[in-house]
């Protein structure tokens, strides 16, 4: 459930009418709602409220600085993938305590920066990086926490790009290696164990492969204990998926039944990295229409915002409904496009849309994870402005970039 609806037939977040952000920073504009991530991120908290469980939100999802603020106000913790995602998450106030740091490619840099805070847990992802992690803790006199990242071996049934947890894909531990694994760390001296972690994949939308992925991690757990090794945390990553259309993925609390019905007995604190679920439908992206290109084959209804501002349906051929934002235009088939100078920028194809004219607005929805994040500079075109919502106020989180911003990102050679 989200807070952007037609009123008086107006899009609206929240309170806010559409047009009155767009006159204020113009198109395109990414558009948040406090209101439907404070939602988001409450249902979940509770639906785990049997369990001892730290939220560790996933900062790669949506990592504005306002976004990141209001969710610590909330409660949550970060899971970070980057000394950028932890100095984000830490200037807006998220406890270095509950800041995880997942990820296959560490740097030694990036493992001394998370070493100084200190941060909770390393999910470490080969025995190469467990090596490394020793060695730079022990250069500073500290020992790192550790979770190892187990891969499970299941398939998600998701797109192809975002599947995490075959033992094809780059990420975690074999399972069968994982027990050596875990014996080796226990000889590290700068090394502490404390859990283990596994991430199979996003936008899931059935249960049964996290089932399935999460039964092989508790068997796990149930040798490593016997082994003597003290597992203390279970992290579950993310993924739990969205509707982004027709999809009707399993509910959060679904989702808690089960993972409480697995994991309970093994005592141990939860933690999960849920990103999507949180950012995805609590934000939108707002374009306006430059012109409907008619030829006799095709109508085209060509927008002001395009693949380098959200690149998903280029990437992964992804949905986003898209809804005018003055409601009760006439229908018709048309493709909706970007201006970007690739065929792969278009944000649907032969859909039934509303009749625009140049200057109307359209919302592309569920735009708020892996939206700005993913964004560039593409046909040097300008990062476009974030806006935030909380009932009848909005405020500009990151203002549009300057042509200045962007042309003075580079320089000439000394010799030129
Ligand atoms: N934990 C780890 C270790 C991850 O790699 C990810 C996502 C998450 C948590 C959060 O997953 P979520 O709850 O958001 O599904 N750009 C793609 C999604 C890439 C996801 C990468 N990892 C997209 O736009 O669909």
Redesign the pocket.
Known sequence: MDYFHYKNGIYHAEDVPLPKIAEAVGTPFYCYSSATFTRHFNVLKEAFAAIPTTICY?V??NSNLAVLKLLAGLGAGA?TVSEGEIRRAVAAGIPVEKVVF?GVGKTRDEMRYALSLPISQFNVESLEELEQLNEVAASMGVIAPVAVRVNPDVVANTHEK?T?GRKEDKFGIPYDMAPSVYARAAELPHIKVQGITT?IG??LTSLEPFRKAFQRVVSLVEQLKAAGHAIEVVDL????GIPYAEEAPPSPAEYAQMIIKEIQHLGCRLEL?????IAGNAGILVSSLLYMKRTPHREFAVIDAAMNDLM?PAM?G?HHNIFPVQEGKPMQKADIVGPVCETSDVFTKQADIPDLKPDDLVAIRSAG??GAV?SGTYNTRLLIPEVLVEGDKFAVIRPRQTYEELLGLDQFADWQ
């Open positions: 996933a790669k999802a899971d997942s975002i995490t991430h996003s936008q990553g993310g993924g739990l990295e849920p990103g999507r679920v998903r992964y992804s994870a892996y993913m």
